[in-house]
């Protein structure tokens, strides 16, 4: 399984940006997909994630309202719909696949394919 992100960029605070991340490879399925973040300094952090089969969403308290997570069966590609966002979401944002049944889709350990990662910039 190959994970393909895109969509990062600089923006401003209260800027929107949406977040795609592909899926390729194997006939794809998967348990959960997730979204993680990475500031210079700081450790790889969960955002989002959601279940494949059955919707079920998953948020970080500091994007909560802000942030929606969906993702496309049909195009196996997950996004990441950021609204309103300030200068502390900088970061790499790297997404996550992982097929198997897992105990926590908030964990990154959990995760074994992850897609390599796209900058976004807030300023403020």
């Known amino acids: 399984v190959q994970l393909q992100a895109s969509g990062g960029g600089l923006v401003q605070a209260g800027d929107s940006l949406i977040l795609s991340c592909a899926a390729s490879g194997r006939t794809f399925t998967s348990y959960a997909m997730g979204w993680f973040r990475q500031s210079p300094g700081k450790e790889r952090e969960f955002v989002a994630a959601?279940?494949?089969?059955?919707?079920?969403?998953y948020y970080a308290d500091s994007v909560k309202g802000r942030f929606t997570i969906t993702r496309d069966k049909a195009k196996s590609t997950v996004y990441l719909q950021m609204n309103n966002l300030k200068p502390e979401d900088t970061a790499v944002y790297y997404c996550a696949a992982e097929p198997r049944v897992i105990t926590s889709v908030i964990m990154s350990a959990e995760y074994d394919f992850w897609g390599q990662g796209t900058l976004v910039t807030v300023s403020s």
């Open positions: 959601i279940r494949w089969s059955g919707g079920h969403t």
